[in-house]
């Protein structure tokens, strides 16, 4: 695989093929932690850390322990355990390293376990016809991370700006951050003729 094509890949996970924004993967932690952009910021990091860890270990033991087996019908309680095990091994981290962010992210990063973006990526990245190998899926994993961080982030710094904004009010809150993220959909959607 040449490194042209890994930065397809990147650019695939992360604009083409938006976790959040063409999946329709992760809506809850983008809806709830998106109000403030550095609240934004750390859950993005924490889910970067999140889905390259648990996704490099669920497909390795994909590819090293279920599939020679054929055991592929484990795939979706064994990748979930995993998941589970890294985000307690983020949440204990950020509690003791980053105490403020910790508070700041409340209940939202122990529902990283919980968080669809995660095990979605999990399961694409296993699926037998796109024949990724380690390189392949660690590109598209990085770019699928970075691609969450940047929609979480842009849509907060939206959000900040809509608090001040002159919006009618049925529309504001939750009503006007959904036409945001609705727009925010259709462009990403523009993205798919790049590559």
Do not use: W
Request: net charge positive; aromatic share 10%; glycine share 8%.
């Amino acid at each position: 695989m040449s490194i042209a094509n890994l930065i397809v890949l990147v650019i695939q996970g992360m604009l083409i093929q938006n976790v959040i924004l063409t999946l329709f993967l992760g809506i809850c932690p983008f809806m709830g932690v998106s109000k403030k952009s550095q609240s934004a910021i750390g859950m993005g990091l924490a889910v970067i850390f999140v889905m390259v860890l648990s996704s490099t270990i669920t497909f390795a033991i994909n590819d090293l322990i279920l599939e020679p087996r054929e055991l592929g019908y484990l795939q979706t309680i064994v990748f979930i355990l995993v998941i589970s095990g890294v985000v307690q091994f983020v949440e204990m981290f950020v509690k003791k390293t980053a105490p403020y962010i910790y508070k700041m992210l409340g209940i939202y990063l122990p529902l990283i376990t919980t968080n669809c973006a995660i095990l979605g990526l999990a399961l694409i990245i296993v699926k037998p016809e796109l024949e990724y190998g380690y390189a392949e899926m660690l590109a598209y994993t990085i770019g699928t991370a970075l691609g969450f961080t940047l929609v979480i982030y842009i849509f907060s710094t939206i959000r900040e700006r809509l608090e001040n904004a002159n919006v009618p009010k049925a529309f504001k809150g939750a009503p006007i951050a959904l036409i945001t993220a609705g727009i925010m959909s259709i462009i990403f959607i523009g993205f798919a003729g790049l590559v």
